[in-house]
């Protein structure tokens, strides 16, 4: 029985994870110090761009389910609490867990004897060892990491799909509060994964490069491709016919972007390098999608100067399609090498994101009429769904060169070529358009 769930970080994993337990029928109460953010997420105002997830959260506002608050002394009566703060990356590549150490402490002194303190925030190797180190003499707190596979854009689907659910303790005593907060997926037979602390933080780190490392692999077929005049469509589709190697994560594309992978696999090759490791394949990971970048920004140029295109409508500018998060976007470098060469610019992104001037000087139009208006050439940077649904005469009739270069291959090229287009995309070389 968990009397009431307590979650630590109002950012996207614990709102998700708040939501989602809340819609399970727990009591769930959010802390976050930001007071403008709860503020407005206890008025159902939701910060970040996810589907479905405002709906769930307004629903369980309603129905008492989920409470927001700034003070820790909401959630001293729970048995469970899941600590979802952000680990960003150090300049080093290391993660800063200043924030989870502080949430931690302040939990420990509130939290009453036996609660079990669930770590979702993607947390270094070693680090529940560390946490167990902190739990003042006079108490007893049992730590568990119980690492996310969400995707953003997806999050809540992934949440209620799980395909394995990975929790990792140093005791059995847990365990009845775990598998009572996962008893709905236990008896949809979700696998569900009890393995010790720091094997649960190698998981985490280990899925996440890998996967970054399935793109980084497909994007160096794709430049292969490029030359050697195969198609890396089919390419991608006969290797992942394979049950071995499977069809998931193998989409060219401008690089993995985005709050975890890059973060996550520097995170992971500062370990090794720390330890005094060499292991060259987890190392090299970010080395090839910096390479990946510098590689298509050369490209753009190349195929912008040679068909004389100088005003270019950039669209979708968030690290992959819905999301509005900016963090690690392929676009950022993309969009700063386009303006140091002297291209005007003009942006449309279907999230409006809010974060864009953190990271870029730019102004976002309103719609994707007015970026192509008056543009020679249009770049597609993310897969948005509505960038597909634009038809090939609204190109030929907006673009006075008639280029567009599609990183994300996701626009038909036969019939842009039928338009008359000059079509670009990744892993075809030009004689095979
Ligand atoms: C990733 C993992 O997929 C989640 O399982 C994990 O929980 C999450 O990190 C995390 O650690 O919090 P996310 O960063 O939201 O999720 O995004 P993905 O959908 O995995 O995409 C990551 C990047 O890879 C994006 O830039 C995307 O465009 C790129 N990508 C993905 C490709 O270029 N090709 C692909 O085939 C797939």
Wanted: with cysteine; hydrophobic share 40%; net charge negative.
């Amino acid at each position: 029985m968990i009397n009431k769930l307590g979650v630590i970080g109002a950012g996207y994993v614990g709102l998700v994870s708040a939501a989602c337990f809340a819609d399970l029928g727990f009591k769930v109460c959010v802390v976050d110090y930001d007071t403008q953010k709860i503020d407005a997420l206890k008025n159902a105002i939701i910060p970040i761009h996810e589907p479905q997830l405002a709906e769930l959260v307004k629903k369980s506002i309603n129905n008492n389910h989920l409470t927001f608050s700034e003070s820790y002394n909401d959630i001293e009566d729970c048995c469970a609490v899941i600590m979802t703060v952000g680990t960003p990356s150090n300049d080093d590549g290391s993660a800063n867990l200043d924030y989870l150490y502080s949430a931690t402490r302040e939990l420990m002194n509130v939290a009453k004897d036996g609660c079990v303190i669930i770590l979702k925030s993607t947390v270094p190797i070693g680090t529940a060892k560390n946490i167990m180190k902190l739990v003042p003499d006079t108490k007893h707190f049992h730590i568990v990491n119980n690492p996310e596979f969400l995707r953003e854009g997806n999050a809540i689907y992934d949440f209620q799909n799980p395909d394995r659910i990975v929790i990792g303790m140093s005791s059995d005593e847990p365990k009845a509060i775990i598998s009572y907060l996962y008893s709905h997926f236990i008896k949809q037979d979700v696998p569900i994964l009890f393995t010790d602390n720091t094997t649960a933080e190698t998981i985490k780190y280990a899925s996440n490069s890998y996967l970054a490392m399935r793109i980084a692999f497909i994007n160096e077929i794709t430049t292969l491709c490029e030359t050697s005049g195969a198609n890396i469509s089919d390419t991608a589709e006969g290797m992942g016919m394979d049950a071995r190697i499977g069809k998931h994560y193998l989409h060219p594309g401008p690089g993995f972007g985005g709050s975890c992978f890059p973060k996550d696999t520097k995170a992971l090759s500062y370990f090794a390098t720390s330890n005094e490791l060499d292991l060259p394949i987890i190392q090299n990971i970010m080395h090839s999608n910096l390479n990946r970048i510098e590689d298509l920004i050369e490209k753009l140029h190349s195929t912008f100067s040679s068909n004389q295109c100088k005003n270019i409508a950039v669209l979708g500018l968030t690290f992959k399609a819905n999301t509005d998060d900016m963090r690690d976007s392929p676009a950022i470098p993309i969009v700063k090498a386009l303006l140091k060469n002297g291209y005007s610019l003009k942006f449309y992104d279907p999230s409006h994101t809010t974060q864009i001037k953190e990271y870029l000087d730019i102004t976002l139009q309103n719609s994707i009429d007015e970026a192509l208006d008056g543009a020679d050439a249009a770049v597609i940077l993310t897969e948005w769904s509505e960038f597909q649904l634009i038809s090939p005469q609204k190109f030929e009739h907006s673009l006075n060169k008639k280029v567009i270069y599609d990183m994300r291959n996701i626009l038909n090229s036969e019939v842009i070529l039928k338009q008359g287009l000059k079509y670009f995309a990744l892993g075809f070389s030009p004689s095979t358009l």
